[in-house]
């Protein structure tokens, strides 16, 4: 690993720090009610949606009307995307002529655009329309994202309102997190991306005679702007079925250091934006330090495995499956930064990726990627470990815990329990079924513990909502459509819908008063036990399958096996 290497690894975190605050603060604002400079440019687009869809911003929602406006809204997402696929041969802006997309496949797809996965079983320039991308795919880029900011928004509120019935109105923080963040973003972010080469056009696919004078067909598109939200929604996926590995997705060094950036932009200001709004900015800068040295953890321990020698290839860096424009470097700080957001965006294969740099890969996500996260959902599951750290500390000292002023009791712990142990067993039973079904097993590429990584690696990506691929594993076929699909469906929801539980617990509650035997959350004490929490459920429930997977397939390489 070069000095250069280094360097650029640095300015990525020193950038995304140095962003985070100011935009949590301007953030901040927006849910706050507060007027900023965006306001006079777009807050009329605000008032004309909420006419339009009859909108009273006055009208606030208890737990369970904001849970059921949010599970609707989705289902109608759900609906619209299954259903422009399921006719897309016959819609307009179809100029490659594209039959209809096979009912399992499009059952999987609109599921993982409607829950932030966007786990693609598919080749987008070879199986989708420029119509279904843009107005079935990019749409739900925007209003997936915006579901995950309107469940953490809902959970502060629970946090900081006192003896309170409501929660918020889930359509005005849809709305805004829409008009005044996403959006403005994604402009910003795709005119960078045009400027470096990236292919925003409606122009049909070109058609090139090679040196050998075979014919090639060259795929174009409106590429840049579903880019620019797919990475700042923490969506992942891509127009092209190679993701940021495809040249017309991601060009130059400056596209791919923007797209990595953006991955995490909007989840790490989401940690500031909670400090303002619940006043606790302290507390929130120890949540944000302690995400920062996770992420940096796992960075280096798979930046030192990939870059150690290899003996089963004889090689000091396996650059097989890399993307060679932009080094090895890059390509571990993207699979490490998609994996710790629910991105699933991809520079280079995971499948070739060292087993140790596969592993911290899997394990992000296994921790629920709350290691920054996705968009509101990285932040709402790291306060459902907050809480579970705060109730083990109070069991430690013996007193009944508090968080915020807010007593944590049985309903709460119970709900957290729920979200985290959910996700965690739908990856450990789905995972276990395709192990032992012979069409599931067909489809792998490899055998022994890097096929057994393919199948975890898949199960993993779909109920943690993250979407990227090991590759190697044929998920297109109608067994792993339907049961990635369902685990995508389900690993959202049994998050979500606890979460605002809680949420709705939690607003009822009288404020306490700190006193004496408070358990601090503002201190390193605070830091290392949430630390531990997390990596204690992580640990215990995972251990047994990394140690099949990934972990024994390092020992093996280290003896000259490999599979």
Not at 197 to 205: I, S
Not at 422 to 436: E, K, P, Q, R, Y
Request: net charge neutral.
């Amino acid at each position: 690993m070069s000095v250069h290497d280094f360097a650029q690894l640095i300015i990525y975190i020193v950038v995304l720090v140095l962003l985070a605050p100011p935009l949590g603060q301007y953030m901040a604002d927006i849910f706050g009610g507060r007027r900023t400079f965006l306001h006079p440019a777009v807050g009329w687009l605000e008032s004309a949606l909420n006419r339009l869809c009859g909108i009273n911003t006055d009208e606030e929602m208890g737990w369970k009307k904001y849970s059921m406006a949010l599970v609707w809204f989705n289902i109608l997402g759900f609906a619209a995307v299954i259903v422009l696929q399921l006719l897309q041969k016959w819609l307009p802006l179809n100029p490659q002529k594209l039959g209809n997309v096979p009912p399992a496949l499009a059952f999987n797809t609109a599921v993982s655009f409607m829950t932030n996965t966007n786990w693609q079983s598919y080749a987008g320039e070879t199986t989708l329309s420029y119509l279904t991308q843009m107005l079935g795919l990019t749409v739900q880029n925007f209003l997936s994202a915006a579901t995950g900011m309107a469940v953490i928004l809902a959970l502060i509120r629970g946090i900081i309102r006192k003896t309170a019935l409501t929660i918020g109105n889930f359509w005005v923080d849809l709305t805004r997190s829409v008009i005044y963040i996403l959006l403005p973003l994604s402009l910003i972010l795709a005119l960078i991306l045009v400027g470096q080469g990236v292919v925003q056009t409606f122009a049909p696919a070109i058609k090139a005679v090679g040196v050998e004078g075979t014919i090639q067909e060259i795929p174009l598109g409106p590429v840049a702007s579903q880019v620019a939200i797919k990475q700042l929604g923490t969506n992942g996926g891509g127009f092209f079925n190679a993701n940021s590995a495809h040249p017309f997705e991601n060009p130059t060094a400056l596209s791919n250091f923007a797209e990595s950036l953006a991955i995490l932009l909007i989840s790490a200001a989401l940690v500031f934006a909670f400090g303002i709004m619940a006043n606790a900015r302290k507390h929130a800068a120890i949540i944000f330090v302690v995400m920062l040295l996770m992420f940096a953890a796992g960075l280096t321990l798979s930046l030192y495995s990939e870059y150690s020698y290899n003996p089963s290839l004889g090689v000091q860096t396996n650059l097989e499956g890399k993307e060679m424009r932009f080094g090895v470097t890059n390509s571990i700080l993207w699979s490490v930064v998609t994996t710790d957001a629910s991105n699933g965006s991809v520079d280079a294969m995971h499948s070739s990726l060292s087993p140790l740099s596969g592993g911290i890969a899997m394990f992000n996500i296994m921790l629920g990627e709350i290691i920054f996260g996705g968009v509101g959902a990285g932040m709402y599951g790291m306060l459902l470990f907050v809480l579970l750290t705060v109730f083990l500390a109070g069991l430690m000292v013996g007193r009944t815990p508090e968080y915020l002023g807010k007593k944590i009791e049985a309903r709460e712990v119970q709900m957290a329990i729920l979200a985290i142990l959910g996700t965690n067993a739908l990856i450990m039973i789905g995972s276990a079924v395709a192990c032992v079904l012979p069409a599931a097993l067909a489809s792998l590429a490899n055998k022994g513990p890097h096929g057994l990584s393919e199948i975890l690696y898949a199960f993993t990506s779909a109920a943690g909502n993250n979407g990227s691929a090991f590759a190697g594993l044929n998920a297109n076929t109608d067994f792993y459509n339907i049961a990635l699909g369902l685990s995508m469906l389900i690993g959202r929801f049994v998050v979500i819908i606890p979460s605002l539980a809680i949420a709705g617990s939690l607003a009822a509650k009288k404020y306490s008063p700190p006193s004496t035997g408070t358990f601090a959350t503002d201190n390193i004490t605070f830091a290392v036990i949430l630390a531990a929490t997390i990596l204690i459920v992580g640990a215990l429930t995972f251990f047994p399958a990394l140690s099949l997977g990934p972990i024994i397939e390092h020992f093996l390489m280290r003896a000259g096996a490999i599979f």
